[in-house]
């Protein structure tokens, strides 16, 4: 099938990520390597690996892999606070990776001339969490944006999807690009946000699960069985600890989290750590967590990240099926108008 509207729309998001369709599968922890990468760009998508907590050596590894998977271009989710990042960006320019997605946060000061003064002179997709920084972080110079609501499975941002779109789609995307994230389960969701001017979508929850993806059967089956409302947000405990709220599927790992974070309140009570080691043990605190859930199955003590679309999440099929599917419905959507 050919999807003529579909593939009009996304013409700008295709042209600038090199591939197929504009559909980004955004980077997950320990889902989002090699082999889940490898099949989102061998179906036409675009893949990006989740570098998260992973040394220079482990990125380099992994996306030498990635290579070998496929020969269609892929991207690279860097984390901000990682204290490497700047080995982590020559790592990616000596592979000639051609885009960097920066999230966590504002780039530090040089990172974004780093990777886009690096041997390859890549792109650099930056998250943005509103409108004003949409525009400081165009003028700082990132190429494309990410606009992610709160429906995101993983850590997220107090607005939703549908709100974010409105507020900075019809300002910024004639001009620039901006991809659409938080949410999407279906193409007709997809039609939606490209009407509106989106230059394409990023998808996580939707992809998960997917065949090729390494998640533990366990994993799988939790999404399977999961509906939108499973999908909580993680509390606030204590208004000293800023901590980012995460969506994950409800279970004894999310009260465990409430636990953590009054443990390490209580560190801050005695100062025994300052406020930006205490933030750093709740982020490693997931991280340990989501490997638990994705790699060893715990289902039950584990984090289990997910998004509200997750009760769109039915089987495991192979990711070029859901990327058929999407761009039919999407097609299909546009054909109605
Ligand atoms: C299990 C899981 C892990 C994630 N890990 C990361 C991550 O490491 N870095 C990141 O930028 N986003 C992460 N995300 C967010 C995704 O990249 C993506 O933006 C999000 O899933 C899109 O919303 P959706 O889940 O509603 O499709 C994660 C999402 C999930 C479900």
Not at 8 to 14: D, E, K, N, P, Y
Request: a negative charge; proline letters at 4%; hydrophobic letters at 45%.
């Amino acid at each position: 099938m050919d999807y003529p509207k579909t593939r009009r729309l996304m013409q700008r998001g295709t042209d600038f990520l090199g591939c197929e369709t504009a559909i980004l599968c955004g980077a997950m922890s320990w889902v989002s390597e090699r082999n889940l990468v490898s099949a989102i760009s061998n179906a036409g998508g675009f893949g990006v690996i989740a570098c998260g907590a992973m040394t220079p050596e482990l990125l380099d590894a992994e996306i030498a892999a990635t290579k070998a998977m496929t020969h269609r271009p892929f991207g690279v989710n860097l984390i901000t606070m990682h204290p490497q990042l700047f080995d982590l960006i020559e790592v990616c320019s000596r592979h000639g990776v051609g885009h960097v997605v920066l999230a966590g946060g504002i780039p530090p000061k040089g990172s974004v001339e780093a990777i886009k003064g690096g041997a390859t002179s890549a792109k650099v997709i930056c998250f943005a969490p509103t409108l004003a920084l949409a525009k400081k972080l165009l003028r700082s110079g990132a190429d494309a944006l990410v606009i992610e609501g709160m429906e995101a499975g993983g850590h997220i941002g107090p607005v939703s999807t549908s709100v974010l779109a409105q507020e900075i789609l019809p300002e910024l995307a004639e001009e620039h690009l901006v991809f659409v994230a938080g949410g999407i389960g279906k193409g007709q969701a997809i039609a939606g946000y490209l009407e509106m001017g989106a230059a394409g979508v990023q998808l996580g929850t939707r992809f998960a699960c997917a065949t090729e993806s390494i998640a533990h059967p366990d994993f799988k089956k939790a999404f399977f069985r999961a509906s939108a409302r499973d999908a909580v947000a993680s509390v606030q405990v204590d208004a000293r600890l800023p901590v980012i709220p995460v969506r994950a599927l409800r279970n004894k790992g999310t009260e465990a989290f409430t636990a953590k974070q009054i443990e390490v309140a209580g560190m801050l009570d005695r100062e025994e750590v300052v406020m930006g080691e205490a933030q750093l043990q709740i982020e490693h605190y997931w991280a340990g967590a989501l490997r638990r859930a994705v790699i060893d199955g715990d289902v039950e003590g584990g984090s289990l990240m997910a998004g509200q679309s997750v009760g769109m999440v039915k089987e495991e099929e192979p990711v070029a099926q859901i990327v058929a599917t999407l761009m039919a419905e999407c097609e299909e959507a546009l054909a109605r108008r």
